[in-house]
């Protein structure tokens, strides 16, 4: 999704100069005024790394490959300053051995953030076979920070699990989600922190649900807030692509979810009633949901505060494979 206004600063949590992996960050400057940039990035092995003097004329943009700003294998987040107003976004292109040698190729693009958070919500998240689901947190700050984390299955697969994990100043902290809650789940995640920090979720996949054979990966940072009504604009389900909604209630009431598909071939679809139990995640396979052959959008309204993501995984058809997923936009 786009932004709605350029800033002077922009965070990313995720990163890797690893073998196999080509990050970027991709900066607009729509201003009349020539843009200096300051990378400060937040590494797990060597701390903070701070590269400066990097300029973007005005109205133009510039691609900056962090490969080349930094040393090789450094797991990294960034918080990027600029002179003036800009826009941010962080391309990586992998070719991922991952904890099972696997060989996944794909990509992910993320629009940074302009601001901080105490909390971050994840609807979706899997620790199925072919999945390995990972988070990254980022600390900018100048002291060590506390993030608590709430691990919420889909119905029958378990209770919550809790954990905690210390990220140190001017660091970055990974965790290997399957490594947490076990094999085989459906899992949301809730994180937070007296302190402001920076929540993504990176995943890498071989996706095998109804007869595909797709692999790839999609990353996101984290939704700031629940809430009662979300809207997704892209969706399809035609030959080739899989569409699904994760949805997930993190509060303790339950919530009675009504779901709207609007079409481009036959407007709106009549809409459907869910029932989402309190801290639980469920997914919804919008080619069945909703039916076969369809581009459309989707609003989702709840009773209660919940939090709503959109994976699609598609095989094109011409030899391109692969997944993205994005949060929703939220109405509070």
């Not at 992996?21 to 843009?35: D, R």
């Not at 029958?156 to 490594?179: I, K, L, M, N, W």
Request: proline share 5%.
């Amino acid at each position: 999704m786009g932004t709605p206004s350029p800033s002077t600063m922009w965070y990313f949590a995720e990163g890797y100069t690893g073998a196999g992996f080509e990050q970027w960050i991709c900066v607009l400057n729509p201003g009349n005024v020539a843009a200096g940039l300051t990378f400060r990035f937040q590494t797990q092995e060597k701390g903070e790394q701070v590269k400066a003097g990097f300029t973007v004329p005005a109205r133009s943009r510039a691609s900056f490959k962090v490969n080349d700003l930094l040393d090789a294998d450094l797991q990294n987040s960034l918080a990027l300053e600029s002179s003036v107003p800009v826009v941010a976004e962080r391309p990586m292109y992998f070719d991922y051995r991952g904890t099972g040698g696997h060989g996944w190729q794909g990509g992910h693009c993320v629009m940074g953030t302009t601001a901080l958070a105490q909390v971050y919500y994840f609807a979706e998240g899997t620790t199925r076979e072919g999945f390995e689901e990972w988070l990254t947190l980022q600390n900018p700050n100048p002291r060590s920070i506390t993030v608590s984390a709430s691990y919420q299955m889909g119905p029958g697969q378990g209770d919550a699990v809790q954990r905690s994990y210390t990220v140190r100043p001017g660091e970055r902290y990974t965790v290997f989600v399957p490594g947490e809650v076990g094999e085989g789940k459906d899992v949301s995640a809730v994180l937070a922190s007296t302190a402001f920090f920076l929540a993504e979720r990176p995943m890498y996949f071989r996706y095998g649900g109804y007869g595909a054979d797709w692999s790839g990966g999609d990353c996101i940072i984290g939704a700031r807030h629940a809430a009662v009504e979300w809207f997704l604009a892209e969706g399809y389900t035609g030959e080739g692509y899989h569409t699904w909604l994760c949805m997930h209630n993190p509060g303790i009431e339950d919530a009675s979810v009504l779901l709207t598909y609007y079409t481009q071939e036959e407007g709106p679809l009549p809409a459907r009633l869910l029932e989402l139990p309190a801290g639980v995640r469920q997914t919804v396979y919008v080619n069945e949901h909703a039916g076969a052959g369809y581009q459309l959008s989707a609003r989702v309204i709840s009773s209660r505060p919940i939090v709503v993501e959109r994976p699609m995984y598609f095989d094109t058809g011409g030899g391109v494979q692969g997944g993205h997923d994005v949060v929703g936009r939220e109405v509070r």
